[in-house]
């Protein structure tokens, strides 16, 4: 990915747009042959000379273009025939961003395969499900995983579908008509580059599209995000039901000796945080003047390679945390007893409502019994069974029956064959 955003790539995609327009006024008869072979066989640049040209023009791509015409000779006359540096810039951009993409699903597509290896090896481990961070009803953590797995499917789709809005190019001219360059030339070029042409663009391809690139990148981080802090949450000391790998000689604090602490979540969070404010920079930069300024161009050389390259990082590092993350059972199944089946009181509750008793004093009733389990030593079953309203209409092998973990995983076969786990 640093390679794809680095100077030399860029560089050397201008080339190729400025070699390609030739190749195509050419077939169009527009300027010789001839001279268009000479350009794409002498054609060439030299990075430290560009930025020494640039120095005294202020200008990258003349100073590109001086750079190139020294090698080209008389030929070079025809190159930039027509274009704007915009034409230059924006179709190297997306070129960029469509290549980033292809990366960025490669990224994906491999986390996906590892969190599917570890949902199906845990497709059954019991765990407390939490809602506002309080034991709710039990899922398992492959259930949790799963729905990690479906969640990048969907950034999955999100990249796809924006990748075909982003892979735009244009060469249309100073203000996008087209004055002095056929549109079959630009049509041709980004045949080539494997782009599709701006329907119509100003002196630049509009800046809605680079805004939805870095918005969903921006999606993307904070999906990561959101597992990083899951996986943080569950590695506590009072809950340490998964943990990050911790290898040999490895050092959790210059203080304490004994701490292992969940710094690789902590770091794709906080790395989450500079893709989100990149997006906002992006959305900043739809609103240009009229058929251009230049307020986006210096914003687009630091947000666009750097959260590329950091999502990059992200996607390949939080793959290597789900792949080798240390998941304790033992703990999942601690934690679940905990509350001595307080989870089960939703199973009661419905169940006396089937048997004919109001809602609203089955819910009173089953609630005086958890807040006796709360509060005391027995079990929610045991406090079930000695409460007189429910014992009317539950008999004790019902309590039983219904206090059951079956019920809450009877339907994980077919969630996982509906995700392709």
Not at 105 to 124: S, T
Not at 141 to 167: H, N, P, T
């Amino acid at each position: 990915m640093r390679q794809l955003w680095s100077e030399q790539r860029k560089f050397e995609t201008w080339l190729e747009i400025e070699v390609l327009a030739c190749e195509a006024l050419a077939d169009l008869g527009q300027i010789p042959a001839e001279d268009a072979r000479t350009i794409r066989e002498k054609a060439r640049f030299e990075l430290e000379q560009i930025n020494e040209i640039e120095k005294r023009t202020n200008h990258d791509v003349i100073a590109f273009l001086e750079n190139v015409a020294s090698y080209v000779g008389p030929a070079a006359r025809w190159i930039h025939q027509g274009l704007t540096s915009s034409d230059i810039l924006d179709t190297t951009l997306a070129v960029q961003m469509n290549d980033s993409c292809a990366i960025l699903l490669d990224d994906l597509n491999h986390l996906r395969v590892a969190i599917a290896k570890r949902a199906r090896e845990f497709k059954y481990t019991p765990m407390i499900g939490r809602s506002h961070g309080i034991h709710a009803e039990p899922i398992t953590f492959g259930l949790k995983l799963a729905l990690m797995y479906d969640e990048f499917g969907r950034s999955i789709q999100r990249l796809l579908e924006m990748r075909q809005r982003i892979r735009v190019g244009k060469l249309s001219g100073a203000v996008g008509t087209h004055a002095h360059l056929d549109p079959r030339v630009e049509a041709s070029v980004c045949k080539h580059l494997n782009l599709i042409p701006a329907t119509l663009s100003t002196q630049v391809v509009q800046r809605d599209r680079h805004a939805e690139f870095m918005t969903v990148l921006a999606l993307i981080a904070s999906s990561i995000d959101r597992w990083a802090t899951e996986f943080r949450h569950l590695q506590r000391t009072e809950v340490l039901e998964v943990e990050e790998y911790f290898s040999a000689g490895q050092k959790g604090s210059s203080a304490m000796p004994h701490k292992r602490n969940p710094i690789t979540g902590e770091r794709l969070s906080g790395l989450a945080r500079v893709i989100r404010g990149n997006a906002v920079a992006a959305l900043e930069n739809v609103a240009l003047w009229h058929e251009r300024d230049i307020s986006h161009s210096s914003v687009e050389r630091i947000i666009l390679p750097d959260s590329c390259t950091l999502l990059d990082y992200m996607l390949v590092t939080l793959t290597k945390l789900v792949d080798r993350l240390l998941v304790y059972p033992e703990n999942m199944q601690r934690n679940l007893e905990k509350t001595r089946g307080l989870y089960f009181s939703q199973s009661i509750l419905l169940e006396l409502t089937r048997k004919g008793l109001e809602r609203k004093t089955a819910y009173e009733a089953v609630q005086r019994a958890a807040m006796k389990t709360w509060q005391g030593e027995q079990s929610l079953q045991d406090n079930l069974k000695a409460e007189p309203e429910i014992a009317q209409h539950l008999s004790t092998a019902e309590i039983d029956k219904l206090c059951s973990l079956d019920i809450h995983f009877r339907h994980i076969d077919d969630t996982f064959e509906k995700l392709g786990l």
